[in-house]
């Protein structure tokens, strides 16, 4: 039987509730964001760098504090839970997290240190720890991996190895946060081709993907948000907001866009 860290009951089947979220330091980096992701959804957050898509993600995982606004996630309210339990709920890939771990932790501890929603490992693992972590490093394809340190590894490796890492507590919810940047053409293919086919299984669990690349957005994502100067432009079905006129309006400039086996791909119409 499928083990959970923690099994919330979900309030009106909400995985992600966000009511009128502001961030301001010197300046103001969200803008008022209302979002609501239901169980059952997969969610692409799109838009140009600098949107503020990256802080919105870290404001729901709490390493961003909120200025104000509500949060509920998994059905418990930010201020009244303790985060750091609920983040072990939570999978992460992102380069962010990839920037703070250390250099010299070993790939096995790394993916371990999943189960407890720890950047790196301070304690030794159980035994049973180890043996699901090395499943997993099989399971996505780095296996050969295990003894080596973080620093020996490839972009491809440790984006292999940090989605071996997000799977170690079983999450309700997987965030991936640009998970291709760095990736060479093929490796990117590769990591967007398998992305298709987790998402796909009934086990697997709910996606929230930011990215500011449309032809990463794969056919399992359900709806989308789009995001421009840290408010939210749009928001709704995927095939609703998937249109030439709304990403142009984003992107301020013309976009030709392609249908494609469920994939979308874009042309930018740019005068030099």
């Not at 969200?30 to 979002?35: A, F, P, Q, T, V």
């Not at 380069?95 to 929603?117: F, R």
């Not at 940090?162 to 990736?183: K, N, V, Y």
């Amino acid at each position: 039987m499928r083990e959970k860290s923690l099994n919330f009951a979900m309030r009106n089947d909400q995985m992600i509730n966000v009511q009128e979220l502001t961030v301001t330091r010197d300046v103001t980096i969200l803008d008022n964001i209302s979002w609501s992701m239901k169980k059952g959804e997969n969610w692409a957050i799109l838009g140009p760098n600098g949107s503020g898509k990256t802080t919105l993600i870290s404001v729901l995982t709490a390493y961003v504090t909120m200025t104000s606004g509500k949060i509920t996630l998994l059905g418990r309210e930010y201020g009244e839970y303790d985060w750091r339990t609920l983040r072990k709920s939570v999978g992460i890939i992102s380069s962010q997290i990839s920037e703070a771990i250390l250099p010299s932790i070993t790939v096995t501890d790394l993916v371990i240190s999943g189960k407890h929603a720890m950047l790196n490992n301070w304690f030794e693992p159980l035994y049973h720890e180890r043996n699901r972590a090395l499943g997993l490093l099989e399971k996505y394809h780095c296996a050969y991996l295990a003894k080596r340190k973080w620093k020996q590894l490839s972009v491809g490796e440790k984006q292999r190895v940090m989605t071996a890492r997000a799977f170690m507590a079983e999450p309700e919810l997987l965030i991936m946060d640009e998970p291709c940047a760095g990736l060479d053409p093929v490796a990117r293919q590769r990591f967007i081709n398998y992305c298709e086919k987790m998402f796909s299984k009934d086990e697997a669990p709910a996606l929230v993907l930011i990215t500011h690349h449309i032809d990463e957005i794969i056919p399992e994502i359900t709806h989308v948000m789009l995001m421009k100067e840290g408010q939210v432009a749009m928001q709704g079905r995927k095939t609703d907001i998937m249109t030439a006129e709304n990403l142009s309006k984003l992107y301020d400039a013309a976009v030709m866009l392609n249908y494609n086996k469920g994939r979308y791909y874009a042309e930018y119409c740019l005068s030099i």
